[in-house]
């Protein structure tokens, strides 16, 4: 059971970036999905869930309005889209999933939002 987080990288503030989680070990179509961040010095927090369907998808107030959630369950990933990144956005982004013995975490990608 893992998942597999992409798509970090350096963006100047304003930009864009698509995050990648890919799964493998599990029925991915029944699984919840969740994508939380850690910014240096700070904990981790949570940004944002999409249930296993894909029809609810719930944010953090900061992100609301700026990334989106979604999933493709044919090819089990689960994707963050981020638009109009602030320099607040810079953070390693993990993927984490709540299997029957407990939480999956991913390597997490960084993101850095800077000119």
């Known amino acids: 059971v893992q998942v597999a987080e992409s798509g970090g990288g350096l963006v100047q503030p304003g930009g864009s970036l698509r995050l990648s989680c890919i799964a493998s070990?599990?029925?991915?179509?029944?699984?919840?999905m969740t994508w939380y961040r850690q910014a240096p010095g700070k904990e981790r927090e949570w940004v944002a869930t999409?249930?296993?369907?894909?029809?609810?998808?719930l944010y953090t107030d900061s992100v609301k309005g700026r990334f989106t959630i979604s999933r493709d369950n044919a090819r089990n990933t689960v994707y963050l889209q981020m638009n109009s990144l602030k320099s607040e956005d810079t953070a390693v982004y993990y993927c984490?999933?709540?299997?029957?013995?407990?939480?999956?975490w991913g390597q997490g990608t960084q993101v850095t939002v800077s000119s």
């Open positions: 999409i249930t296993s369907d894909g029809a609810t998808t």
């Open positions: 070990g599990f029925t991915f179509s029944t699984a919840v």
């Open positions: 984490k999933t709540t299997r029957t013995n407990g939480n999956v």
